[in-house]
């Protein structure tokens, strides 16, 4: 596709913000070029009797979705509807969109991609510390630790500019230690290296545990004082001996051994994890076992110390506390307790009545879609679901048996190529709002270009559609400044208050850490260090038993397949795909196998591999390496079409977060072909 060089716009870091000193990755770096990228949208899109999709105007595009909208109501009830947020949406947007599900449109289903990214180390945050914030300190502490196990994070591809942070914890004479079935570019930069078996995460952790208790290195004050049910965990962790958990991980007894005296032998210890663990059937389980370990080990709400997790979206964090996730409402409230609506209602200045309950989590809703299932109108705000979701094919065809499929975008995508009406909205550049980034600091997102004539913001799109839907007055919202001062209100007294925070205060302060529940209250850089979230102000531990993935290896499927990032693209591709200096560097998705596997399969480095699981078939170019464990083959999943991965992965679901099992599904090779042989 063609590139507009878009001299216009240069994209630099503030050297002077303390989160990044300056640094981006390369995708921030050439960000900009999208801006006036040739492929951009700038008129509605309608589809045409022909089935192409057509230039339209705004009014007809807002006039054809509100119909469609108002005919399924009608016909089949409010529940009838979807909708699919992100956390690409800034707090104002986030917050609106959760808004208009509920009132505009009133269903109960309204859930977002974060159900893929944040949920289990969500869950696992609010049943152990009564909050989810995922760094619960500044990422800056990450220097001072002395020790850090990173768990499932490819750090120096995925947050190049939180590198810095280990970088430094390094050269302070901190020690690293990461988990991960590949030696990435993070784990080559690390003192221990565990190279465990995917999905074996919980087990790992509870071994861990084990041995800290044998080897008498647990904090057995700290436990008293601050946390309750280490019982119940001690006992549950008693099977986990190191014989067990070596043949369970594949990571030997030395190597657990000495994780667990490094952590234990200094003052400051970290255990952060990324999508390695979380991204399992059992990922909240996976998260707890490891917060235990912190717990138990004494480092949680000291220096430089305890549990966090390395939130991905740029506003990840704001977008799972505002009400766009199935079970929620704005300020992390559940929309199941009763105090929680009323609260909101009352803002909203609604009947708390009238309300929906708990609507389906982004797979299961996803899943619904169609005459069958139930969903037949959807509209999607930020996120390429085509791509982006476990057994993609099958959520394809569901996409394709929707009365109206509505999509706002900046771009066409795979999923938009299903759409009936495709809305061009601004892009990051182009509209203000405010971010909440993984250390629970919100900041601003400032104008610095003009969007193209006839593009609209997401929040226009909102508000044409709730004044046609009959509900116009509570969306009479014309910028993001506007939409904030409700936002915070409708934040006040929850879990994630944000109602002190205001634009000047977050230009003032470097951005400002919730909770801030006043103008004079300071923000809230650093949680847990006198009491945690729960009412009693006691961490909780949480009894876990490691268990099979959803799928694991077996004659007929016998490897594991996992799946994750490269550096040069982001999520679904939708972004990076278009940008020459990206895909010339990472032209396309690679299966990273071992020498030892390649040997077997008569395979080399640029063989075409045919992969299949239960659910589908895609084909790779080999990328032979010691670099990943020799039962495993690893894929990046940015790209669509035949060499989309997650034609592959499973939809099992985990019990608590609903989050799918994109990190371990059982996989065999089922055709290799000689390098650049191309197959009918
Ligand atoms: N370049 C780039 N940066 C990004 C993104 C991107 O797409 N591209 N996306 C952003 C987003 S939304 C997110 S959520 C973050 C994600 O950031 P990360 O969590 O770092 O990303 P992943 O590559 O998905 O997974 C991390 C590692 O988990 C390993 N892994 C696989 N299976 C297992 C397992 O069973 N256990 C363990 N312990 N590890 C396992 C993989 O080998 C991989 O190296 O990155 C953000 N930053
Ligand atoms: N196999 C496998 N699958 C995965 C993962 C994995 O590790 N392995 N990771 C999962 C994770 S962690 C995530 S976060 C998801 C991400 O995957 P997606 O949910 O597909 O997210 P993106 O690719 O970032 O796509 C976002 C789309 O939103 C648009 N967009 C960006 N900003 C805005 C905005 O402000 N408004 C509107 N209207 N549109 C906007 C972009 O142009 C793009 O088309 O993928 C998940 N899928
Ligand atoms: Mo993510």
């Not at 640094?23 to 990228?37: E, F, N, P, R």
């Not at 208009?100 to 696992?124: E, I, K, Q, W």
């Not at 601003?444 to 909102?462: H, K, Q, S, T």
Request: charged share 20%.
């Amino acid at each position: 596709m063609s590139e507009d060089a878009s001299a216009a716009w240069e994209v630099a870091g503030d050297s002077q913000f303390p989160v990044n000193n300056g640094q981006l990755c390369i995708k921030g770096w050439t960000s900009a070029s999208l801006l006036g990228h040739a492929e951009r949208l700038t008129t509605p899109l309608l589809r045409t009797t022909t089935g192409t999709l057509a230039p339209a105007g705004w009014d007809e595009a807002l006039d054809f979705v509100a119909d469609g909208f108002r005919r399924i109501k009608e016909t089949h009830g409010p529940q009838a509807i979807g909708l699919f947020g992100s956390g690409a949406l800034s707090n104002e947007k986030a917050y609106l969109l959760g808004k208009f599900a509920r009132l505009a449109v009133g269903t109960p289903h309204m859930d977002y991609n974060g159900r893929y990214c944040m949920s289990s180390a969500a869950g696992a945050g609010n049943k152990a510390f009564g909050i989810d914030r995922g760094l619960p300190f500044p990422v800056s502490d990450i220097a001072e630790a002395e020790v850090i196990l990173l768990v499932g994070a490819n750090t120096a591809d995925t947050l190049p500019p939180i590198m810095q942070w280990f970088d430094r914890q390094k050269a302070n004479g901190g020690r690293l230690i990461v988990a991960d079935p590949r030696r990435t570019a993070t784990a080559r930069t690390a003192d221990l290296h565990l190279s465990l078996v995917p999905g074996s995460d919980l087990a790992l952790a509870n071994g861990l545990l084990f041995i800290a208790i044998e080897e008498r290195l647990i904090n057995e004050p700290y436990i008293a004082a601050r946390t309750v049910g280490f019982e119940s965990v001690r006992r549950a962790v008693l099977t986990y001996d190191p014989p067990t958990v070596e043949r369970l991980t594949g990571v030997s007894e030395a190597s657990l051994r000495k994780t667990v005296r490094w952590l234990a032998s200094v003052d400051s210890a970290m255990i952060l994890s990324g999508r390695g663990p979380e991204q399992q059937s059992k990922g909240v389980d996976s998260v707890l076992a490891f917060i235990n370990l912190a717990l138990a080990l004494g480092k949680v709400g000291k220096p430089a110390s305890g549990f966090g997790t390395l939130t991905g979206q740029g506003n990840g964090q704001g977008g799972r506390e505002h009400g766009q996730k199935a079970d929620q409402l704005p300020g992390y409230r559940l929309i199941e307790v009763d105090a929680h609506r009323e609260a909101v209602a009352k803002v909203w200045g609604v009947d708390p009545a009238t309300l929906p309950r708990k609507g389906k989590s982004a797979y299961e809703l996803l899943d619904s879609l169609g005459p069958d299932g139930g969903i037949r109108g959807l509209m999607v705000m930020g996120s390429n679901v085509a791509v982006a979701s476990p057994n993609a094919g099958h959520i394809i065809n569901r996409l394709k048996s929707l009365e109206l499929l509505a999509v706002c975008d900046s771009f066409l995508n795979e999923t938009s190529a299903n759409a009936h009406v495709v809305f061009p909205v601004y892009q990051w550049a182009e509209e203000e709002g405010t971010m909440t980034n993984l250390e629970g600091r919100v900041i601003r997102r400032r104008v610095a270009a003009e969007a193209p004539f006839g593009v609209r913001g997401d929040i226009d799109v909102l508000r044409g559609l709730a004044e046609r839907l009959g509900c116009g007055e509570k969306f009479a919202f014309y910028s993001p400044r506007e939409v904030f001062d409700e936002f915070r209100r409708a934040t006040a007294g929850g879990v994630a208050d944000y109602s002190g925070i205001s634009y000047d205060r977050i230009d003032a302060e470097e951005g400002v850490f919730w909770p801030c529940p006043s103008e004079d209250h300071p923000g809230t850089p650093r949680l847990f260090a006198e009491r945690f979230g729960h009412p009693d102000g006691k961490a909780k531990f949480h009894a876990v038993e490691h268990r099979a993935a959803g799928e694991e290896p077996d004659a007929e499927y016998p490897l594991y397949l996992t799946t994750g990032r490269y550096k040069e693209h982001y999520n679904s591709g939708a972004q990076t795909r278009m940008v020459g200096t990206l895909t010339n560097a990472q032209p396309q998705p690679r299966a990273q196998l071992h020498p030892h596997l390649a040997a077997r399969l008569g395979a080399e480095s640029g063989s075409i591999l045919v992969l299949e699981t239960r659910r589908g078939r895609a084909e790779f170019a080999a990328d032979v390496t010691h670099d990943v464990r020799a039962d495993t083959i690893f894929v990046p999943f940015h790209w669509g079409g035949k060499s989309a991965v997650n034609m592959l992965t499973n939809p099992a679901l985990d019990p608590t977060s609903r989050m799918p099992e994109f990190k371990v599904a059982a996989v065999r090779v089922a055709a290799v072909y000689p390098p650049k042989e191309v197959i009918a």
